[in-house]
């Protein structure tokens, strides 16, 4: 089965600076790799995703980019804020439809400090 | 208007009791999971129903027993709780549309004595 691991667990930013989290999946087949950003007391929220067709994808402040070859992707936030405190999950799957299982990443803790 | 909901939302309990969690879902979608956090924030699947027919059924124990009456509805049960199920429970849906976007419930945290 599908096997991904995310790093670092933790990562700490001054406020403006940016903030990189970086995945790696083991499953060739994974062609959908999504972002999850979870607050305290609060469920995963989808922040952005992208599909094995594209390289990068862009929305606003939050980037991600994927290297099909080397089987990794990576979360790239500009001119974080203290809201953008929060855990961060990577994920990888075969196909976004509702039968596919998404495998999540181990998590990121992301501190803003001011 | 609550998209995921799930019942309750704490839970305190004594070893070898049966508990059940309860998610409703009013976004329309086929396909709805449980997912397990553990005390390190590790996501991992348990079960998923599409229609309510099991789909999905990772290494679980016996003692937990999903259950989805219609396609707005999976429930989890657990008998004869451990101190190892002390986790927080996430109940979440995804349609069959082309977006693959996962919605959470905002999860049940059951604590086992």
């Known amino acids: 089965g599908e096997n991904v691991e995310q790093h670092p667990s933790t990562l700490s930013v001054q406020e403006g600076d940016s903030a990189v989290i970086k995945c790696t999946y083991s499953d060739s087949a994974s062609n959908y790799f999504p972002w999850y950003k979870q607050e305290l007391g609060k469920g995963p929220q989808l922040i952005i995703d992208i599909r094995s067709n594209v390289g990068e994808k862009k929305d606003q402040r939050i980037a991600v980019t994927l290297n099909k070859t080397a089987k990794h992707f990576s979360l790239h936030i500009t001119e974080t804020q203290p809201e953008d405190s929060a855990v961060y999950f990577c994920a990888a799957s075969r196909g976004w439809g509702g039968g596919n299982k998404l495998t999540f990443g181990t998590g990121t803790q992301l501190k803003v400090e001011l | 208007d609550t998209a995921v909901s799930q019942t309750p939302k704490y839970l305190v309990t004594q070893m070898g009791n049966d508990k059940s969690i309860k998610c409703e879902q009013n976004?329309?979608?086929?396909?709805m999971y449980w997912y397990k956090q553990d005390s390190k924030k590790f996501l991992k699947i348990m079960f998923s129903?599409?229609?309510?027919?099991?789909?999905i059924n990772e290494t679980v124990p016996n003692r937990f027993s999903p259950k989805s009456p219609d396609k707005a509805h999976l429930n989890l049960h657990i008998n004869s709780l451990e101190l190892g199920d002390s986790a927080v429970y996430f109940c979440?849906?995804?349609?069959?549309?082309?977006?693959?976007?996962?919605?959470f419930g905002e999860g049940s945290r059951l604590t086992v004595l």
């Open positions: 129903y599409n229609n309510k027919e099991l789909i």
């Open positions: 976004l329309g979608h086929d396909t």
């Open positions: 979440a849906s995804r349609g069959t549309a082309d977006t693959g976007e996962l919605f």
